[in-house]
């Protein structure tokens, strides 16, 4: 087993594609992604902001991922989402300490 998980292990490393699973505080459902779920977050957060012509420079650079997009779909605010494994906010890991929420009992 420990040759498979390092495989397997490897296989991540190279693609750097992980699956997060992120829950909304509110309701509960869960979002699972894969890549660099924060980062994708931040810069398609950017993409939509204010300044339409950063926007647009931001859109060139790559598209965001459908698993990412669908996380802007949701009614609730996405940027409040916690990472299920850790239990923190997932945009925590990006954002380095700002707007650090309390974080909720997500439960199992
Ligand atoms: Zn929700």
């Keep these: 087993m420990g040759r498979l998980k390092q495989r397997l292990d490897t296989l991540a490393k190279k693609s750097d594609y992980q699956l997060t699973t992120l829950v909304c505080p509110e ?3 869960e979002f699972t992604a894969y ?5 994708e977050f931040l810069v398609h957060q ?4 204010p300044e339409g012509e950063v ?3 931001a859109a060139t650079w790559r598209e965001t991922p459908e698993d990412v997009l669908r996380l ?3 009614e609730h605010d996405p940027g409040a989402f ?3 494994s ?8 990006a954002a380095g300490g700002f707007d650090l929420r ?3 009992d997500v439960g199992d």
């Design 27 to 29: 309701c509960s459902e």
């Design 102 to 104: 309390e974080v909720p």
């Design 86 to 93: 850790s239990g923190l906010p997932f945009l925590s890991k």
């Design 72 to 74: 802007f779909d949701h």
């Design 46 to 49: 950017w993409v939509l902001g």
């Design 35 to 39: 890549g660099d779920v924060a980062l």
């Design 55 to 57: 926007g647009a420079a």
């Design 82 to 84: 916690v990472e299920k």
